[in-house]
């Protein structure tokens, strides 16, 4: 039985020495240049860096991790595993020492952690040392250039007393909602949730042989769990090869992504709802006539609500010449405190759709439709619970989604309290099998039907207005489909406060992205959006804000940021297209 993935690289590296673990597209173009690593020389540069580690008395500690996209990353993680120190992945900095938040999180990061060394690469290094006069705090860490560490230390590691439950690195939460914290993943929850995603994403020795072990391409941060978890570690667990780029050069030019898929052919890949939505907007005829996406066999599709509108845009744009499959389309959920997977679609079935309510706001609209995203892996237990009496509700009823099992994390590092509360929840007497089940409280809404999970929303999200309860996400759908010129997935929804101190209660207010050329056209914007949702929700909007594209806050892995939002629509900053909103 594999103990952890220090075990797993040992076991490749033996067994298929010259295999090529991970190539990473260096400028992010298929036929540019391409730096790979073997697992053989991955675990030796696992090794060498875990004997550094180990010799400067480091075992046991944590060591933050910065690091442009590449190779060297994989190699410090598993440097850190290797050696029995709990990794802690940040964004590295991008040399702008003025950026006040990158620098308070970096200065939370180094405090939350107590972090004892920073590894990162040259050029991180060099960007660290202009930030020194604003981060003091650097002088009392030990810092090191990973790639400076010589290959032969290798010889010189010795392997960890590493067991179930000892933590292996800290996953620090994007923050949608409240302060980022550290979830402490233990080797027990990684080698837990890569058997989840590998049962729930079909990845079986004979998928491995169909695709010549070509397992991913990813353009995913490998700080961020869904980047790291699934594409990294899983080809590890696996001992495939996975094709990896920068974030940034799919920002840049989304086509690298399909176009990597169709040299590559991978058998998954995949990202947060906004990713597709963002090869929609680059498909020009040329380019689907470029592209063979008919080997593509999971394309995942998580970490932000799943758009029925987008999985059919998706298909129908890319499924004609390109060869894209309806049946690909993959929708699942998770979240870091469960280490990463909870709920995943069945491979080589088209997506479950559910139809909008008749009676709700949306009835009729085939765009509206519910999304499932899959059934729990083997050993997960998801209930949906009232949040306020701790009771299991009955199938199709909404509630927040709570889930148990070897996967779900260890609890937030140093903090008891939010611990308790997110980490040991426990159903009302006479729960029945779940009565001494202790649960993860996600934070997320949803419902169950037929065993399948669909995700509503967020909990600390929900609006009441007039005794009603009214999800966002709804709101944003109804001011999405009321005009063209509105990016889907770039729309806030939050309540505010009308009348002195809040005495007429509180109305919505609506801010969208829309192009600039489309600037002409706010009062007609403005007036739909008024108009949807006041027919679809009885709302009155108190305000509509047009901004620039790219503008409104979102976490690093696409999630609207509603509270941000909201205080930057409160605080006067929120970027304005000329003078569109309209109050």
Known sequence: MV???????????SRHPDRTAYRYLVTGDSDGEVQDISYARL???????AAWLQEHGLAGSRAILLYPPGIEFISAYLGCLSAGVVAVPGVPPQGRSQNHRALTRMKRLIADADAKVILSGL?????????????????????????????????SWHEPDLGADSVAFLQYTSGSTSAPRGVMVTHGNLVDNERLLTERMGH?????????????????????????????????????????????????????????ITKYRPHTSGGPNFAFELCLKHATPD?????????????????????????????????GAAGFRREAMYPCYGLAEATLMVSGHTVGTPPNLIAADENGPHAGAADAAAVSSGRPGPGTNVVIADPERHRALPEGEVGEIWVAGASVAKGYWRNAVATRETFRATLEEGSGEHGATRFLRTGDLGFLRDGELFVTGRLKDLMVIDGRNHYPQDLELSAELSHPALRPGCIAAFPVEVGEHGTEGEQPVIVAEVAPESADQSGTITSEIRNAIGEAHGL??????????GTIPKTSSGKIQRRASR?????????????????
Not at 3 to 13: E, F, I, K
Not at 43 to 49: K, L, P, V
């Open 540 to 549: 009155s909007v108190r305000d509509v804000v047009l901004v620039r594209p």
């Open 204 to 260: 079986t020795p004979e998928a491995l042989a169909e695709y010549d072990n070509e397992l991913f391409v990813s353009w995913l941060p490998v700080y961020h769990d869904m980047g790291l978890i699934l594409p990294v570690l899983n080809t590890l667990y696996l001992g495939a090869t996975t094709t990896l780029f920068s974030p940034l050069h799919f920002l840049q030019k989304p086509e690298r992504w399909l176009t990597a």
């Open 287 to 319: 380019l689907l006539d470029r592209l063979d996406l008919s080997r593509w066999k999971v394309a995942f599709n998580g970490a932000e609500p799943v758009r029925a509108a987008t999985l059919r845009r998706f298909t129908e744009t890319f499924g």
């Open 3 to 13: 103990r952890s993935l220090v075990d797993t690289l040992s076991a490749h590296a």
């Open 567 to 583: 205080e930057a629509y409160l605080g006067g900053s929120l970027a304005v297209i000329g003078e569109l909103a309209a109050r």
């Open 43 to 49: 675990a030796g540069r696992a090794r060498a860096i």
């Open 123 to 155: 050029g991180v290094s060099e960007a660290l040392a202009t930030m020194a006069q604003h981060l003091p705090e650097l002088a009392e860490i030990t810092q090191v250039v990973t790639n400076d560490i010589p290959d032969d230390l290798a010889a």
